[in-house]
């Protein structure tokens, strides 16, 4: 059990140990400051610990939010101070130069400052938020200024309305008090719950009565990953209604997945109004949300089957490209995460290169809905499929989605690129790590890149742009036309395998550099495509689904382990899994030895799709279950 430490002499009639014990704190007291040493020092190493001014007035909020968020080391608001067991030790240093009077920076001066602003209360007016703060810096303050000022970064959360003081004398005590009453602290919990950032129909047709649900959930002991699982399932049972191939079959369906796509909006309000972050979560919501919208493709394939019309051409067009576009997305933020932009003079200014245009545009209301539907975001998408699902065909929901995500598609790609090529941006070895990482590249290209490494590094820098369109064009384009069983398909992958290795021969630093793994995911995924429909096989082109789903998810993971600040997959399973390029040529191959063996090719596509599927699977529960990573919360995709 935490531990919380309240510091100073106590106030009668105080509710702050009740709130406290709330929050789970198993609370105790010390009137001095070497008391609290004493305390922190005895309490377990392997717990959470607060330090909290017995003067505190303030939401119960306020303090959940300091005290119990568990994605930062330390938190503070003013007048209470947390430490996770990774900055205890830094902590328990931070009292003992307190307590020994070592000088450290004024509180004005120090990196902190505004963010302590940003945390004092707020009571409607300047006169009242400045009559309920205390004139002398309380001793959790103190602390965690000293914990700023030697390195160790203290998260002040956004308190907004929510009153969080250290009042002086009972007269600014009672304001305090007058202050919290004025403001509904759960109203603000249930505000807070809500992505400030999303689409139009979660904003406006979900979170408004979502948020309810997940407050009814937390009041009953449900977890977010239940609440993620129960959504899954309802995918998957909505997938199930759709292999109907009956009207009522797609109605049901229609019908779950929306239920589907509210449950999955409610897990993340969930979290949020709970502080329930955890790296496992944050894994299966992104992962979820894969499944549960291929299945559901799946789904309604199976049913236009049974009705007679083949559409696992479109339904696996359609995953293709929803995939392709978030690799865009994960590759574009990569790149130009903690990128500098060179000003007038050449020197470089701190900042993403996209800002300023994207803060101009957001200044407007209309144009920011408009944007955010056009890109046909999670929300407008999967109400766009129930609909259409319900009341229509099969057929007629890919179109639609193929004809939506390839426009999506054109419009961010188009723009990213103008700004990547218009603005002159100075990336850093981690992105350039992280693009390598994201391209997925297997024993082949490594050993091509080796050879080529020397020679590639003196050549024009939108080489590995164009060297990687240039490869991934001519394999998609040689399996699209060129015979099956004849020897291009083959020479085109071979190819394939010598512009990979090129293109990722020198750092991926250049400007369009971030378009190299979605070039090579629309090259290995669109190859599979075209191979499947042209065999002409019964069976080909669901097994080619399998496959493209199983080496998808492998590619999502890594996008998940770069984003959780855990790195890539381990150099083994990339291996073992043969790389973008290596799976290629294995494929091609295998249309060319199998494709007049009927049911030959559908079979080796079915074990390959298994084969990578489990090695994937294992290896990626067997890290999210037992990853140190820092607790996250996936506020979900864009798109």
Same mark, same amino acid.
């Given at each position: 059990? @935490?531990?919380?430490?309240?510091?100073? @002499?106590?106030?009668?009639?105080?509710?702050?140990?009740?709130?406290?014990?709330?929050?789970?704190?198993?609370?105790?007291?010390?009137?001095?400051?070497?008391?609290?040493?004493?305390?922190?020092?005895?309490?377990?190493?392997?717990?959470?610990? &607060?330090?909290?001014?017995?003067?505190?007035?303030?939401?119960?909020?306020?303090?959940?939010?300091?005290?119990?968020?568990?994605?930062?080391?330390?938190?503070?608001?003013?007048?209470?101070?947390?430490?996770?067991?990774?900055?205890?030790?830094?902590?328990?240093?931070?009292?003992?130069?307190?307590?020994?009077?070592?000088?450290? @920076?004024?509180?004005?001066?120090?990196?902190?400052?505004?963010?302590?602003?940003?945390?004092?209360?707020?009571?409607?007016?300047?006169?009242?938020?400045?009559?309920? !703060?205390?004139?002398?810096?309380?001793?959790?303050?103190?602390?965690?200024? *000293?914990?700023?000022?030697?390195?160790?970064?203290?998260?002040?959360?956004?308190?907004?309305?929510?009153?969080?003081?250290?009042?002086?004398? *009972?007269?600014?005590?009672?304001?305090?008090? !007058?202050?919290?009453?004025?403001?509904?602290?759960?109203?603000?919990?249930?505000?807070?719950?809500?992505?400030?950032?999303?689409?139009?129909?979660?904003?406006?047709?979900?979170?408004?009565?979502?948020?309810?649900?997940?407050?009814?959930?937390?009041?009953?002991?449900?977890?977010?990953?239940?609440?993620?699982?129960?959504?899954?399932?309802?995918?998957?049972?909505?997938?199930?209604?759709?292999?109907?191939?009956?009207?009522?079959?797609? +109605?049901?369906?229609?019908?779950?997945?929306?239920?589907?796509?509210?449950?999955?909006?409610?897990?993340?309000?969930?979290?949020?109004?709970?502080?329930?972050?955890?790296?496992?979560?944050?894994?299966?919501?992104?992962?979820?949300?894969?499944?549960? =919208?291929?299945?559901?493709?799946?789904?309604?394939?199976?049913?236009?089957?049974?009705?007679?019309?083949?559409?696992?051409?479109?339904?696996?067009?359609?995953?293709?490209?929803?995939?392709?576009?978030?690799?865009?997305?994960?590759?574009?933020?990569?790149?130009?995460?903690?990128?500098?932009?060179?000003?007038?003079?050449?020197?470089?200014?701190?900042?993403?290169?996209?800002?300023?245009?994207?803060?101009? /545009?957001?200044?407007?209301? #209309?144009?920011? #809905?408009?944007?955010?539907?056009?890109?046909?975001?999670?929300?407008?998408?999967?109400?766009?499929?129930?609909?259409?699902?319900? /009341?229509?065909?099969?057929?007629?929901?890919?179109?639609?989605?193929?004809?939506?995500?390839?426009?999506?598609?054109?419009?961010?790609?188009?723009?990213?690129?103008?700004?990547?090529?218009?603005?002159?941006?100075?990336?850093?070895?981690?992105?350039?790590?992280?693009?390598?990482?994201?391209?997925?590249?297997?024993?082949?290209? =490594?050993?091509?890149?080796?050879?080529?490494?020397?020679?590639?590094?003196?050549?024009?820098?939108? /080489?590995?742009?164009?060297?990687?369109?240039?490869?991934? *064009?001519? +394999?998609?384009? !040689?399996?699209?036309? &060129?015979?099956?069983?004849?020897?291009?398909?083959?020479?085109?992958?071979?190819?394939?395998?010598?512009?990979?290795?090129?293109?990722?021969?020198?750092?991926?630093?250049?400007?369009?550099? #971030?378009?190299?793994?979605?070039?090579?995911?629309?090259?290995?995924?669109?190859?599979?495509?075209?191979?499947?429909?042209?065999? =002409?096989?019964?069976?080909?082109?669901?097994?080619?689904?399998?496959?493209?789903? &199983?080496?998808?998810?492998?590619?999502?993971?890594?996008?998940?382990?770069?984003?959780?600040?855990?790195?890539?997959?381990?150099?083994?399973?990339?291996?073992?899994?043969?790389?973008?390029?290596?799976?290629?040529?294995?494929? !091609?191959?295998?249309?060319?030895?199998?494709?007049?063996?009927?049911?030959?090719?559908?079979?080796?596509?079915?074990?390959?799709?298994?084969?990578?599927?489990?090695?994937?699977?294992?290896?990626?529960?067997?890290?999210?279950?037992?990853?140190?990573?820092?607790?996250?919360?996936?506020?979900?995709?864009?798109?």
């Amino acid at each position: 059990m @935490p531990t919380a430490i309240l510091t100073g @002499p106590p106030v009668p009639g105080s509710p702050l140990e009740g709130h406290l014990r709330s929050l789970g704190y198993d609370v105790r007291t010390a009137p001095g400051a070497e008391e609290a040493r004493s305390l922190l020092a005895s309490a377990p190493a392997a717990e959470r610990v &607060a330090l909290v001014d017995s003067r505190f007035v303030g939401h119960v909020h306020a303090l959940r939010l300091a005290l119990t968020d568990p994605r930062f080391p330390a938190a503070a608001v003013p007048g209470a101070l947390t430490a996770q067991p990774e900055a205890r030790a830094a902590l328990l240093g931070a009292i003992t130069a307190v307590v020994n009077g070592d000088p450290r @920076p004024p509180l004005s001066s120090a990196p902190t400052a505004p963010h302590a602003r940003t945390g004092a209360p707020h009571v409607g007016a300047a006169e009242a938020r400045a009559t309920v !703060t205390a004139p002398s810096e309380p001793f959790a303050d103190q602390v965690a200024a *000293a914990l700023d000022a030697r390195g160790t970064a203290v998260h002040r959360p956004e308190l907004g309305s929510l009153v969080a003081a250290v009042p002086a004398d *009972a007269d600014a005590r009672e304001r305090a008090g !007058t202050a919290v009453a004025a403001v509904d602290d759960e109203a603000v919990r249930l505000r807070s719950a809500v992505k400030a950032r999303d689409g139009f129909f979660t904003t406006f047709c979900v979170s408004p009565y979502s948020r309810y649900l997940a407050r009814w959930c937390a009041r009953r002991g449900l977890t977010p990953n239940q609440v993620t699982t129960a959504s899954l399932i309802t995918a998957l049972i909505a997938a199930a209604c759709a292999a109907t191939g009956t009207r009522g079959g797609y +109605v049901a369906a229609g019908a779950l997945l929306l239920f589907s796509f509210v449950l999955d909006c409610t897990d993340g309000q969930l979290a949020r109004y709970s502080l329930q972050y955890s790296t496992m979560g944050a894994w299966l919501d992104a992962t979820f949300d894969r499944a549960k =919208e291929y299945a559901y493709y799946a789904g309604l394939a199976l049913g236009a089957a049974r009705g007679g019309d083949d559409v696992w051409a479109l339904a696996l067009g359609a995953m293709v490209l929803q995939t392709c576009r978030h690799v865009v997305d994960f590759s574009f933020n990569e790149a130009n995460a903690d990128a500098t932009t060179a000003n007038a003079t050449g020197k470089a200014v701190v900042g993403t290169p996209t800002a300023a245009l994207s803060s101009r /545009l957001d200044s407007v209301g #209309w144009t920011v #809905w408009i944007r955010r539907m056009i890109v046909l975001p999670i929300g407008e998408r999967w109400a766009m499929i129930a609909v259409l699902t319900a /009341l229509t065909t099969p057929r007629t929901v890919f179109y639609a989605l193929l004809i939506g995500c390839a426009f999506a598609a054109c419009y961010t790609t188009a723009g990213r690129v103008l700004r990547s090529v218009t603005r002159k941006a100075i990336r850093t070895e981690r992105a350039a790590r992280a693009l390598a990482d994201l391209a997925d590249s297997g024993p082949l290209a =490594e050993g091509t890149a080796r050879l080529l490494r020397r020679p590639a590094r003196r050549l024009p820098g939108a /080489l590995p742009f164009l060297t990687a369109l240039l490869g991934g *064009a001519a +394999v998609v384009a !040689t399996a699209s036309f &060129a015979p099956l069983d004849g020897p291009w398909p083959v020479l085109a992958a071979l190819l394939y395998v010598l512009t990979s290795g090129l293109a990722v021969a020198r750092p991926l630093g250049g400007a369009l550099d #971030w378009l190299v793994p979605p070039v090579f995911r629309a090259a290995e995924y669109g190859t599979v495509l075209a191979l499947a429909a042209r065999s =002409e096989v019964n069976g080909a082109l669901p097994a080619a689904f399998g496959l493209v789903a &199983a080496v998808a998810y492998h590619h999502y993971d890594t996008v998940y382990r770069i984003r959780g600040g855990s790195g890539a997959p381990p150099g083994w399973l990339v291996r073992s899994v043969g790389g973008h390029e290596g799976r290629t040529l294995v494929v !091609t191959v295998l249309a060319a030895v199998l494709v007049t063996g009927h049911t030959a090719f559908p079979l080796a596509l079915t074990v390959l799709a298994a084969a990578v599927a489990l090695v994937v699977l294992l290896e990626s529960i067997r890290f999210w279950v037992s990853s140190g990573a820092p607790a996250v919360h996936d506020e979900g995709e864009p798109a």
